[in-house]
């Protein structure tokens, strides 16, 4: 079928996806050289809901702007016009599109992809060094709606998919010998009908061909992008990442260690946006997507549960007025020498340990919240005897917080199995004349090999991740975790 063709089932059918009067707008100020910055807020303003979502994007951990963004003016003064544009352009399309979903389609598997391919397409182009990173992920979240369009107009196309589109290949082939074009191209179309730039139109329309010889560097990430939500979408495993790997060295010379780091900041990148992105998903309608559900699946430790460890753990008050302890700065300045020696170190060895008291509440129930107090004091004082004096102590109620700074996670886990043991065989003497023992478990997390996490909270994270999974196993138990420890169940 021809270009022609498409043409005439496009301007014969009312039952396209239209663009909604906001995206109109914003894709009329794109092409204007001379946009003011009232121009751009009074557009993004005029849906409270909008600007709303697009202040949590720019605080959210895929800008990592440093700063935080109150206002839709702030927002275009740190992101730039192109960036805000194309963001508030993704979040009125996915609201808008989702409202107007055809009959044949599994929607959920819809959004899951195309959601994970723009979270891919952005990750990737920063590591290619693609300047903007927010029209990839535009271009990368449209890459498909040429299927949400022929499921409006031709939805006997998808009737036949015995598992929805699941699998891609499959669906493409059934576009073709069916309608003898792809969603591809027909959708490449209707952005092109709704003005959208010409650079977005170029990579959908060529987001399934082999770019592995192409210069443009956008286009190669739009197309890989696809390839790297499949990935993740079927479960990942030994041989869809060795298959993987392979396309990505082709297409960019991305080697495996390279590979295994992507992979680990797109899974970790899923889970940033998801909550954001599925959200309005979810406020349209029937439709129910849960990004995360599906990373966390593919993953070998329970990461949705990460962000709400160290969240619950720095919220810990307990003995908070009982005066500061000789030799422990605060978790505010702990974390802010974390975020230096993190920008610092970066590519030498930094670990991050948290090693609670599992007893001292119980123990205070029973001889007093003096004795409580005091035994802190005296965990506070054998910790710094076992560490550095360049190492860093906080505390966050019953558990203490250990920067080791050069200390590589296998050093890091020697020095807090010494720790646990001291307690371990230790007895201390209280009011009554009893002696108590303390019960401790760790948690330590820490770069290795040639991966790293890739921000110190996500390095606090992991240390609390591991917390939890320490003391769910029992008393001075102590529990690892790597970036590898992520990657085992994707790669196999």
Known sequence: MSDSDIAKIMSGEAQLPTMPEIGRQLIALRSQPDITLEELVQVVSLDVALAGTLLRYANSPAHNLGATVESVERAVIIMGFKAVLDVALSLTLIKSLTEQAGPSLDYNQFWKRSLIAAVAARELGRVQREEALDELF?????????????????????????????????????????????????????????????????????????????????????????????????????????????????????????????????????????????????STGDTRVDVAADATSISSSPRAKQPEAFVSLSRETYLDDEGELDGIMSSKAFENSLKNSFKMLRGRPISVAFLSINNLKQLEKEHGRKVASLLLRVVSRKLQE??????????????????????????TARIVERIAELFREARYAVASGSKVALEVSAGVAGSSGELHFESETRLLEAAADALMRARNAGNYTIELQTPEHRLMALVG
Do not use: P
């Open 138 to 282: 535009l271009a990368a979240l449209l890459q498909d709606i040429g299927m949400l369009a022929l499921d409006r107009v031709k939805a006997h196309v998808y009737e036949t998919l015995a598992d929805g589109q699941c699998n891609h290949e499959q669906v493409c082939a059934t576009e073709m010998a069916s309608l003898g074009f792809d969603h591809a191209k027909f959708g490449a179309a209707l952005l092109k009908k709704w003005g959208l730039h010409d650079r977005t139109v170029m990579a959908v329309v060529s987001s399934h061909d082999d770019q592995s010889q192409s210069e443009q560097g956008f286009l190669a990430c739009v197309a890989a992008s696809g390839m790297i939500a499949d990935f993740f979408l079927a479960g990942g495993g030994k041989v869809a990442y060795q298959r993987l790997s392979k396309t990505l060295y082709r297409y960019f010379s991305i080697r495996d260690s390279q590979c295994m780091q992507l992979i680990m900041d797109i899974d970790i990148a899923i889970n940033h946006a998801s909550s954001l992105f599925s959200s309005i998903v979810k």
């Open 386 to 411: 076992q560490i550095r004096i360049e190492d860093f102590v906080s505390r966050y109620g019953d558990t203490f917080a250990l920067i080791l700074l050069g200390s590589s996670i296998e050093d």
